[in-house]
């Protein structure tokens, strides 16, 4: 199968991002290179978020189509929000290989570590690692793989905890409206919130 990397970048003009593709062996050795020189006469590039995927090229392909309109010229520029392209990436399912704090992750932190949210916790953090697997505590027969810093993919899809938790609860019909994501699963039988930091 087809799988690669999709990859999203910004400039040094607001508001203008890269999307691209790249082997999942080359995309260290392509950001290097593009935040090294630029392209398409654009410098300042710098890596935001990039996710394997299969059928990498038509994906990418999808998605340049749709914002076509936005597009500069027939680069691979576009003047389009960042964070929605991150959610349809998102959306497509797969493994999320780079992905760069936003401003309001980064205000959230510094306001408060203990912040009940998916920002206060992340895996990498606790020492896990892509591919490794936590449980729903409520309920053991949901397993999630994690995929990236603050991200498991589950039943196909990927998801943030908190977010992924309340899905759960509706399905086992006791909703929630608030819940903090990392205190209700367990890695190695120790819930998420009570692993120690790895000092790195």
């Given at each position: 199968?087809?799988k690669?990397?999709?990859?999203?970048?910004?400039t040094?003009?607001s508001?203008l991002?890269?999307?691209?593709?790249?082997?999942t062996?080359?995309?260290?050795k392509?950001f290097?290179h593009?935040?090294g020189?630029?392209?398409?006469?654009?410098?300042?590039?710098?890596?935001?978020?990039?996710?394997?995927?299969?059928?990498y090229?038509?994906?990418?392909?999808l998605l340049q189509?749709i914002?076509?309109?936005?597009r500069?010229?027939?680069?691979?520029?576009?003047?389009?929000?960042i964070?929605l392209?991150k959610?349809l990436l998102l959306a497509f399912?797969?493994?999320?290989?780079?992905e760069?704090d936003?401003?309001d992750e980064k205000?959230n932190?510094?306001?408060?570590i203990k912040?009940?949210?998916?920002?206060a916790?992340?895996f990498?953090r606790k020492?896990?690692?892509?591919g490794?697997?936590?449980?729903?505590k409520?309920?053991e027969s949901?397993?999630a793989e994690?995929?990236g810093e603050k991200?498991?993919?589950?039943?196909?899809?990927?998801?943030?905890?908190t977010t992924?938790?309340?899905?759960i609860?509706v399905?086992l019909g006791?909703?929630?409206?608030s819940?903090y994501g990392?205190?209700?699963?367990?890695?190695d039988?120790?819930?998420l919130?009570?692993?120690?930091?790895?000092?790195?």
């Amino acid at each position: 199968m087809d799988k690669g990397i999709i990859y999203l970048m910004t400039t040094a003009v607001s508001g203008l991002i890269k999307i691209g593709k790249t082997e999942t062996k080359n995309f260290e050795k392509r950001f290097y290179h593009l935040e090294g020189n630029g392209y398409y006469n654009v410098s300042g590039l710098t890596r935001y978020f990039a996710i394997e995927v299969d059928e990498y090229s038509d994906k990418e392909v999808l998605l340049q189509d749709i914002f076509e309109k936005y597009r500069l010229a027939k680069s691979e520029l576009f003047a389009v929000d960042i964070k929605l392209v991150k959610r349809l990436l998102l959306a497509f399912g797969g493994k999320v290989i780079y992905e760069k704090d936003s401003d309001d992750e980064k205000n959230n932190k510094n306001k408060s570590i203990k912040k009940e949210g998916d920002n206060a916790f992340t895996f990498y953090r606790k020492g896990i690692k892509n591919g490794e697997k936590i449980v729903f505590k409520y309920d053991e027969s949901v397993v999630a793989e994690v995929v990236g810093e603050k991200h498991v993919s589950f039943e196909g899809k990927t998801w943030l905890l908190t977010t992924l938790a309340k899905e759960i609860f509706v399905r086992l019909g006791t909703p929630k409206k608030s819940f903090y994501g990392a205190s209700g699963f367990t890695y190695d039988g120790t819930t998420l919130l009570d692993l120690p930091d790895k000092t790195l």
